[in-house]
């Protein structure tokens, strides 16, 4: 699971976050957490456990941040 560092509660409010330019990170937890990508395309969930996963979000990420939300 991949998560974005600020807890959306909607995917259109990550959408607007990153176009206003702000510079949303990503995290991934449990076993892997060592293994989040910093570069590529990666596939955000949200909101964050406990709450049920409500949108999901393909992204492209540079250095760790997201650049763009699809």
């Given at each position: 699971?991949?998560?974005?560092?600020?807890?959306?509660?909607?995917?259109?409010?990550?959408?607007?976050?990153?176009?206003?330019?702000?510079?949303?990170?990503?995290?991934?937890v449990?076993?892997?957490?060592?293994?989040?990508?910093?570069?590529?395309?990666?596939?955000?969930?949200?909101?964050?456990?406990?709450?049920?996963?409500?949108?999901?979000?393909?992204?492209?990420v540079?250095?760790?941040i997201?650049?763009?939300?699809?």
């Amino acid at each position: 699971m991949v998560y974005a560092n600020v807890n959306f509660k909607s995917k259109k409010a990550l959408k607007e976050a990153v176009a206003e330019g702000k510079q949303i990170g990503i995290h991934q937890v449990g076993p892997f957490a060592d293994r989040c990508p910093k570069d590529g395309q990666v596939f955000l969930e949200g909101p964050w456990y406990p709450e049920p996963h409500r949108w999901y979000a393909e992204c492209v990420v540079k250095d760790g941040i997201i650049q763009k939300v699809k």
